[in-house]
């Protein structure tokens, strides 16, 4: 049986989950805590965050800088983990913006799609 705070963070996890996500593939920058930057590929984006793909070292509760050109800088912190994949909240920044760039990714021909194939 899950401890109450194992099913609050449970539960917290599929609420996140449901909000919906809007795939996008956005070439991007990674800046780690030791100002160490990667390249990134933006995924997926929603009102709880992004999903990136990178091969950046990171661990869950790690705060790092998310930049997609022509749309803008976030301060972000690693929520989850997969192989390549890694899961953003972010914490401040336009994430809305993101949402809506995403809605409307015609309105936006400098964004830089994801490079090399």
Request: charged letters at 25%; proline letters at 6%.
């Amino acid at each position: 049986m899950r401890k109450p705070t194992e099913q609050r963070e449970f539960q917290s996890l599929a609420n996140l989950r449901s909000d919906e996500r809007m795939p996008v593939e956005w070439a991007g920058l990674l800046t780690l805590e030791n100002d160490t930057s990667i390249s990134c590929t933006v995924l997926d984006i929603s009102l709880a965050g992004v999903q990136v793909e990178s091969e950046a070292n990171v661990a869950i509760g790690d705060e790092l800088v998310l930049f997609i050109p022509s749309v803008g800088t976030f301060a972000a912190t690693v929520r989850w983990l997969g192989d390549k994949n890694i899961g953003l909240s972010l914490e401040a920044g336009p994430d809305l913006l993101l949402k809506r760039v995403a809605e409307d990714r015609d309105k936006y021909p400098d964004l830089p799609p994801k490079t090399g194939a």
